[in-house]
Nanobody
């Protein structure tokens, strides 16, 4: 059974930083493509970032590019999301997701419907 547990959310002022972490147990972590998604109140869940099996390749949503960094540690079975220069519109519940993908770069990796394994989510609130 695969379990994902996020941590690191909280309240931060605009312009500040937060680091989210997702710990994965079960399965073979290095075989998963890992992603972060977020969902703001009243909105659909949206793609934030995705990282390849080894961590050598990453893709970001335009809204976070240059501010957020996704990374993974295959020895510790963790994936992190470093969030800098936070904006009010970054307020959301952030969730990590995992799944197997046969190839890198498919648009399927941007869709939450393509991921079978999810964490419970962690709230990030950015205040003015």
């Amino acid at each position: 059974q695969v379990q994902l547990v996020e941590s690191g959310g909280g309240l931060v002022q605009a312009g500040g930083s937060l680091r989210l972490s997702c710990a994965v147990s079960g399965g073979t972590f290095s075989k998963y493509v890992m992603a972060w998604f977020r969902q703001a109140p009243g909105k659909e869940r949206e793609f934030v970032a995705v990282i390849s099996w080894s961590g050598g390749s990453t893709i970001y949503a335009d809204s976070v590019k240059g501010r957020f960094t996704i990374s993974r540690d295959n020895a510790k079975n963790t994936v992190d999301l470093q969030m800098n220069s936070l904006k009010l519109e970054d307020t959301a519940v952030y969730s990590c997701a995992a799944d197997y993908f046969a190839e890198w770069g498919s648009r399927r990796q941007y869709s939450p419907h393509e991921y079978d394994y999810w964490g419970q989510g962690t709230q990030v609130t950015v205040s003015s």
